[in-house]
């Protein structure tokens, strides 16, 4: 199951019972979707667009952990415990979501084992993914973080399967708050990457020649 593709791992059947119980929102590019802390349970299903999940911490920093596209859910979690909000969710561009409440979401988890057990392959996807996160952030130099966050959201190329490219390029701020670092620190790295030739900016985004080249520095010391 693709972590940020939760619809696809569901049978057509249930998939198409659960658009059937949605409610169609739209936001607009900075609209909040889901405010942290708020005491609501909705679940939300990704159906265009994407959106981020923030935090910010008391001096201002931004931590941007999570972004969804098409066939994403979030506000999983308060839908099951009914706690308040873990982060903001705002939308980046046009986005269109279902919306199914609380109640709803959990009545249609009883009554479909298949949800259930995508869902529960779900949670553990993405526990796994901040676990990951969490070694990389205590382990890691900025470098290697960085690395390994281009190499994620870099779309590999179908040609030759070894080219990567990333369009639109994150800028610089999104690409710190995705690693808990500073913007001076990725142009800093971006720059030698670009001098070592591993990669090259472009009008479109940023270009990955070599991903297996790419990948081997964030394995060196």
């Known amino acids: 199951m693709d972590a940020n593709d939760f619809m696809s791992g569901l049978g057509l059947q249930t998939r198409q019972k659960l658009e059937l119980e949605l409610s169609i929102r739209r936001y607009q590019n900075g609209n909040v979707v889901v405010a942290q802390h708020d005491a609501t349970d909705d679940l939300y299903v990704v159906l265009e667009g994407n959106a981020q999940a923030k935090l910010y911490s008391s001096n201002g920093k931004v931590v941007s952990y999570r972004e969804m596209t098409k066939g994403a859910i979030f506000g999983e979690m308060s839908a099951i415990d009914q706690a308040p909000r873990s982060a903001d969710v705002i939308a980046q561009g046009n986005l269109v979501v ?16 298949e949800f259930m057990w ?18 990389e952030f205590s382990t890691l130099l900025v470098r290697h973080r960085l690395i390994r966050e281009l190499l994620r959201l870099a779309r590999v190329e179908n ?14 701020f999104e690409l710190a708050a995705r690693i808990s670092t500073h913007r001076e620190a990725i142009t800093r790295e ?5 001098k070592r030739g591993l990669v090259r900016k472009t009008a479109d985004g940023l270009i990955i020649p070599d991903i297996e080249a790419l990948a081997a520095l964030a394995d060196t010391d």
């Open 190 to 194: 971006l720059s030698d990457l670009s």
């Open 118 to 135: 995508a869902l529960f392959r779900y949670l553990s996807l993405r526990t796994r993914e901040m676990t990951d996160r969490i070694f």
């Open 98 to 113: 279902g919306k199914m409440t609380g109640p709803q979401y959990r009545a249609f988890i009883e009554a479909n084992p």
């Open 159 to 172: 040609t030759d399967f070894r080219t990567g490219c990333l369009t639109p390029m994150p800028t610089h």
